[in-house]
């Protein structure tokens, strides 16, 4: 072998190896139990974090098998996308709400949009109760409800169809298309212009748990309220920014 195949033969054997399936997959197992146990504090007590480690194990195969390093990013980075968007997903399919809270929901939003726009104000909690025929107590608990069925994602809150369900095409697991990636970005634009429309309190919350990632009690502690109130704000402000994000979810 002439000295230039020497070199070469010395690059190739100094070359990273590429790992297989199997090795991806259990070299990041410990990843997928990370990402449950921080997902599962700030969801429904419902949730169980067994099930969403048996998502995230089929979220980890699932990016072990279509991962190529000219993605842009390293496994791990790109595994944690697949792992938690099957973790959400199937809690998405679990989703134990029923259908009247989701119509409430929206009933809400449509109040507080109609009432903003007539006032150029935000729209105070008892006005949006009257303007539903509601108690306070009542408004309270359908704000409580509608927030404890979605804690976990702002774009299916936004996103969900009439009955609450996620749009049929979704599947976490399938590449974007360059349709996909403008209507993502203009979503983007659209929440982050409603996001900071928001009253502080309401912004804060949100910052706290989108952001930072604290979970209710913890936001609580910050702002030394009971727990139920951060949530109570949680939901004045998805019930907000949903009736914010109207013109986009119609297309106008």
């Known amino acids: 072998m002439n000295a230039e195949g020497v070199s070469v033969a010395a690059r190739f054997d100094r070359a990273p190896r590429q790992l297989s399936q199997d090795e991806l ?3 990041h197992a410990e990843l997928v139990k990370r990402i449950a146990y921080h997902l599962v504090s700030r969801m429904p007590p419902n949730v169980e974090v067994d099930d969403l480690i048996q998502a995230g194990m089929i979220g980890l195969l699932d990016a072990a098998k279509h991962y190529s390093s000219d993605k842009g990013a390293n496994f791990e980075t ?18 134990w709400t029923p259908r009247s809270v989701h119509r409430t929901a929206r009933e809400m939003a449509e109040a507080v ?41 702002f774009d299916h809150v936004m996103t969900s169809d009439e009955d ?22 203009d979503f983007r634009r659209a929440l982050t212009d409603a996001i900071a429309s928001l009253p502080e309190r309401e912004k804060l919350v949100l910052s706290l748990y ?13 702002l030394e309220v009971s727990e139920s109130r951060v949530c109570q704000v949680h939901g004045q402000a998805l019930v907000r920014v949903r009736a914010r994000m109207g013109a986009w979810m119609r297309g106008e």
């Open 113 to 153: 949009r109609r009432i903003e726009n007539e006032s150029g104000q935000d729209a105070r909690p008892a006005d949006v109760a009257i303007a539903l025929d509601m108690t306070m107590e009542e408004y309270h608990k359908a704000v409580l409800d509608s927030a404890s069925c979605r804690l976990f994602s």
């Open 25 to 27: 997959v259990a070299r």
């Open 164 to 185: 609450g369900e996620s749009p049929e095409h979704y599947t976490p697991s399938e590449e974007p298309t360059p349709v996909d990636e403008l209507e993502s970005e």
């Open 210 to 222: 989108y952001d930072e990632e604290l979970n209710l009690r913890e936001i609580g502690e910050v």
């Open 78 to 95: 790109y595994a944690g996308i697949r792992i938690r968007g099957a973790m959400l997903d199937e809690v998405r399919k679990s989703d």
